[in-house]
C-alpha cells in the first residue's frame, strides 16, 4: 500500500542540526543587508541635507560680509548727508573733498552730489559739462523711498572701473529732500570679500543685483562680472523666495545644490547672494562606506558559516534546558537564578548571557525602585519641610481654583487653618465677598485657560482675612502642566508694611518738592531783588560822582593861582578819585544792563568778529612788538553784541598784561571737546598770576595786581564769565607768575545750540 501525503509529510527527513544552523547563519546576513542598503539611503539624504547647510552656512556668512560693506557705506553717506554744505550752494570745495575721500575709502571709485531734477553738481572727477543722472536706478529709488537705496551696476568708463551705486537722501533743516548724496562701491571690492568665502572644491559664489547683472563671482570673476543673465530657474526661484535652497542648473550651466540670500535696500531685494556645492560632495563619502559596509558583511557571514560548521555537532541541548530551567525560576519570583553557563556555542552563550544580564537587571532594578521609593519619601519630606517654614503663602490648586495644598504661612496671612481652606477655592479664601467680580473673574479665567494677564507675574490686589480685615498682598500664580493633569501654584506676600513705607516715601517727596519750589521761588525773588538794587545803586551813583568831579574841575580854574603845590595834588587826588569811581560805577552798570539784557542768538563767524575786534584795540597795540597767532575758529550760535564784548575784554588784558614785555606774543584758537561744545583760549606771555588766587579773577572788583602797575575796574573778567554762562559754557584760567596766562571758555558746538531758542536765564 502505498503512503500517504501526511505519512510523506510525517517521514519527511529532519533537517540536520548543521543545515539548520547554516540557514540560521545566513537568515541574519538578509536583514543586515537591507539595513545596509537603508543606512546608505538615509545618508545619502543626510549628505544632501548637510551639504546644503554648509551652504546655507557659507552663503549666510557672504551675504553678512556683503552687508557689512552696504552698512559701511550707508554710514559714510549718512554722515556726508549731514555736512551743511551738502545742503548749501558752494559746492566748489566738495569736489575737492570727494577727491580725498577716494585716498581714505580706498574699495570706492567714486563720491557725489545730484540734485533732484538729476543733475550731477559735485563729484570726484573733473566734469566736462553737464551731466544728468536721472534715469539711474539710485536715483529713482532714493527720490521714491526717500531713504538709503541700493542700485544697480554700472560697467567701467574711463574714470572708474566697474561698480555698484548706492544713494543716500540729504534733507534740510524743514525735512524736505533737496539732494541726494552717491558712492560707486568699486566691485573689486566684492569680489575680494568674495575670493575669500570658504568653498570647496567644484563650488561656486556669486552676487546679483535687481537686473541680474553678475556683480561678482568665484571663480572666474573676470569672465562673469558684468553679464546680464538671462532669466533660468535658478533666478525666477531666487527673486520669488529671495531665501532658500534649490538643485538647479547655475550661471554656467551645472547643476549644484544651491543657497541664496537677498540683502534689502529701499524696503526691497536689490542684492542676491547665492552659493552652489556639487552634489558629488554628498555622495562620495556615502559610497565609500556602503562598499566598506557591504565586504565587512560578507566577511563575517563567510566566517560565520566556517565557525558554524566547525562546531555544528556540539551538543546543545544541555545548555537549553539549563536556560529553560532559569527561565522557570525566574518566573516564580527568584530573582536569583542564572543559566550558569560557562562554555557553550556563541549564540546560546550570548543568549545565556543575555538572561543573566536581563536577571541581573531585574534585581537591580527591584532595589533601585526600593532606593527611589525612600528616596521620594524623603523628597516629600523635604518638601513638606519647605513649604511649612517658607516666608511667603504657598497653595497649590487644581484647574478649578480649588485648594488643595495650604501652607503654615498661608494660615498666618489668612486666618484659614489647612483644614479650612483644602477644598474650597481660592477666591473663596481671600478675596474680599463684595469684590468677586474684578478680581475673582480675572483668577477664575487664569486657573481655567491658563489666558490671564497674572500669568508668571507679579500683581497685587486686595485680599481679605477670616476675620473680615482687608490688607495689599502680592500674587503671583505659576502653572504645573504634567502629562495627566495641570495644576497651579500660587505664592502670596503680605506688603501691608511695604504699602505703608511706599506712602510716606510719596508724603515726603511731596513735601520735600513744595518745599524746593518755595525755596526756589524765594531764590529768584532774591536775585532779582539784588540785581535791581545793583543796578540802583550804579545809576544813582553816578550823578554825584559827575558832580563832585566837575566842582573840582571848578574849584581848579577859579583859585588855581593862589594853591600850594600840596593842595593842588589834593585837587588831582580828587579828580582821578572820582574819576576812577565814575569807571567803577560804568562797568557796573553795564555788567548789571548785561545780566538783565535778553540774549539775541545767531550764526557767528568768530574769524570776521575777532579780526573786527583787533581793529578796534589798534591804538592800544600801537608802537608795540606783538606776535599774534590766531587759528581758524569755527562759527558758534550766540549773541553777537555779547560774545564781542567777550573776546574784547580778553584781548585787552592780553595787551595789558603784556606791557611790561619787549615782545609780546598773543596765541587765539579753539578745540572741539566731547563732540558737544567749543573751547576757546586766549594765551600770553604777560606777567601771569599765582594760581592759588585763581578763584578771584572772574569775581567782581577782584583784581591781583595793583591799579598803579595796572590799569582797571576788575569788571572784565566777571562780564565774560557771566557771558559765557548764559550761553551754556564755562570759563577757567591757567596761569604762572611771571610765566604768562591762559584764559578759556567754551560755547556750545553751532550743530547742538542752533536747536536751542534764545536763552534769557541770568
Known sequence: MPPTPVDAMMNWPVMGFRSRLLLLVLLPVIPALAFALHTNFQQRRLGIARVENDAIRVVQLAAANQRGLVEATRQHLSGLARFPQARGNDLRAFDTFFASLLNVYTNYCDFGLIETNGDLVSNSFPRGGPINLADRAHVQRVLKSQDFAIGDYQPPDGKANARLLFGHPVFNEKGRLVRIVYAALDLRALTEAVAREPLPVGGEIAILDRSRHVLSRYPEPQKWIGQELPLSPLLTTMMRKREGTADLAGVDGMTRLYAFTSIPGSGQANLFVTVGFPKSLAFAEINHDLLRNLAILMVVALLTLFIARAYANAQL?????????????????????????????????????????????????????????????????HLR?????????????DNRGIIMEWNPQAEKIFGWTGREAIGYSLA??????????????????FLETGESAILNQRIEMTAQHKNGHRFPVELSVTPIKTAQSVTFNAFVRDITERKRAEEEIRTLNAELEQRVKERTAQLESAIHELESFSYSVSHDLRSPVRHIHGFVDMLRHRIASSLDEASRHDLDTISNAAKRMGALIDDLLAFSKMSRSELSRSKVNLDQLLAQVREELTPDAQGRSIEWKIETLPEVYADRAMLKQVLTNLLSNALKYTQTRSHAEIHIGARNIARTEWEFYVQDNGVGFDMQYVGKLFGVFQRLHRAEEFEGTGIGLATVRRIVQRHGGTTRAEGKVDGGATFYFTLPDLADSVALPPSNNR
Open 317 to 381: 541541548v544541555r545548555p537549553i534546558q539549563l536556560l529553560a530551567s532559569a527561565a522557570r525560576r525566574l518566573e516564580a519570583g527568584e530573582l536569583e537564578a542564572r543559566t550558569g553557563i560557562t562554555r557553550a556555542a556563541d549564540e546560546l552563550h550570548q543568549l545565556a548571557q543575555a538572561f543573566d544580564d536581563m536577571a541581573a537587571s531585574l534585581q537591580q532594578q527591584k532595589a533601585e525602585i526600593e532606593q527611589s521609593e525612600n528616596a521620594l519619601r524623603e523628597s516629600e519630606e
Open 428 to 445: 473663596a479664601r481671600m478675596i474680599p465677598l463684595d469684590l468677586p467680580e474684578a478680581n475673582e473673574q480675572d483668577l477664575r479665567q
Open 385 to 397: 519641610l519647605i513649604l511649612n517654614t517658607a516666608l511667603d503663602g504657598v497653595i497649590t490648586m
